[in-house]
């Protein structure tokens, strides 16, 4: 893919409500983020919500408001469609950008629909991921849109939802954007902290990480009244409080020398990569013992999964790195791939 990038400056800076209300309130917003050199002013005006009897958004009549807002401020806009409708209304009323929500980036025929409605036409569009971690269905969502002729494309890291979080309101997992843009390095990824997070007090810890990770661009919800907003209400900031978070934010670059020379940064990564080999290693060594189990217990026609043995592991590796520094959730991680291997391993064995 050859995507262009949305604009040629980092960090790209989207902000707004999360729904358009009323006029007033559109307008109101949109004014006081004139003077904060945003690139696109965002709300939502048709608000996929996940219960029934919440505010779905005004519909189209919003669009007119945010064609006020360019009049008036001259700032670009940008809001989310999830149909074939939405997108033509959005190009009557020249809305600048397009986003697809992660509710529609699930569904490879709704993706399809807007892919469809927007041939022969150039406008930027933003893929969020989608609500569930799948990293497949992302880049398909991103490959229809590109397929469909749009070259400006940009991904937005939105979180996912995973049952009994409290943390976060959906969990960042890095690890996902990461793998997306090692796939696609000209794809420009976008934060957006406040779904992320989905409360204020952790929003500038957010948005620091994703500067820290060479994210692009930030989107964040900006309301007047955030405890008052129809949707969103915990997670949205007023203008000012965006403006200590934007201005609070520090850009650290990649350019050795600045925190390290050159060749110190050198030997740390050459003590890192033998490090990685001796992991390596280390787990070459491990599954030749498991296969030699695996002989064993095939030989005796013993299960393979011994229940107790396995959460002995986990709970004594849990407990030694903790003391070691190692997060519960990482060992868990680490110790669960590992211990899937070695299942694989074993099965193979069996069925030999
Ligand atoms: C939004 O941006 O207001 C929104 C509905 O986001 P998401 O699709 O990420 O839930
Ligand atoms: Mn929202």
């Known amino acids: 893919m050859n995507i262009q990038g949305l604009y040629n400056k980092r960090p790209i800076v989207i902000a707004g409500p999360c729904s358009a209300e009323t006029e007033e309130q ?40 945010l064609r006020r807002v360019k009049e008036e401020t001259g700032l670009k806009t940008t809001t989310e469609v999830a149909n074939k409708t939405h997108v033509e209304e959005c190009l009557y009323h020249n809305i600048d950008a397009l986003w697809i929500g992660a509710r529609t980036t699930v569904n490879p025929f709704s993706v399809q629909e807007i892919a469809d409605a927007l041939k022969g036409v150039d406008i930027p569009v ?16 991103i490959e229809r849109i590109y397929k469909a002729g749009i070259t400006k494309i940009a991904a937005i890291h939105r979180g996912f939802a995973s049952y009994g979080e409290k943390y976060y309101r959906n ?94 940064l050198d030997s740390v990564r050459a003590k890192i990569d033998k490090l990685d080999s001796q ?42 790195g903790e003391k070691k520094g190692l997060s519960k959730e990482f060992i868990n991680t680490l110790l669960r791939a590992v211990h899937q291997e070695s299942i694989n391993h074993q099965q193979k064995i069996m069925s030999e």
Request: hydrophobic residues 40%.
């Open 126 to 141: 933003m893929v969020k991921n989608p609500i569930n971690p799948d990293l497949g269905l992302w880049i398909g969502a």
């Open 26 to 65: 559109v307008l109101a917003i949109a004014h006081d983020l004139k003077e904060q050199q945003i690139d696109l002013y965002r709300a939502g005006i048709w608000k996929p919500r996940t219960r029934p009897n919440s505010f779905e958004g005004v519909g189209s009549v919003g669009l007119k408001w």
């Open 279 to 320: 992991l390596l290693k280390v787990l070459e060594e491990r599954m030749k013992l498991v296969d030699e189990i695996g002989r064993y217990k095939k030989a005796h026609n013993i299960e393979i999964l011994q229940p107790n043995r396995w959460s002995e592991i986990l709970d004594k590796s849990i407990e030694k």
């Open 171 to 264: 969990k960042p997992m890095w690890q996902i954007p990461i793998e997306l843009k090692r796939q696609f390095p000209d794809l420009q990824i976008i934060c957006d902290n406040s779904h992320i997070c989905g409360r204020r007090d952790i929003l500038k810890d957010v948005a620091q990480q994703a500067m820290d990770l060479k994210y692009d661009g930030l989107m964040t919800e900006v309301h007047s009244n955030p405890d008052e907003a129809w949707s969103d209400a915990k997670q949205q900031i007023t203008p000012e409080v965006f403006k200590t978070l934007m201005d609070g934010l520090t850009y650290r670059s990649d350019e050795a020398g600045k925190v390290l020379t050159s060749a110190e």
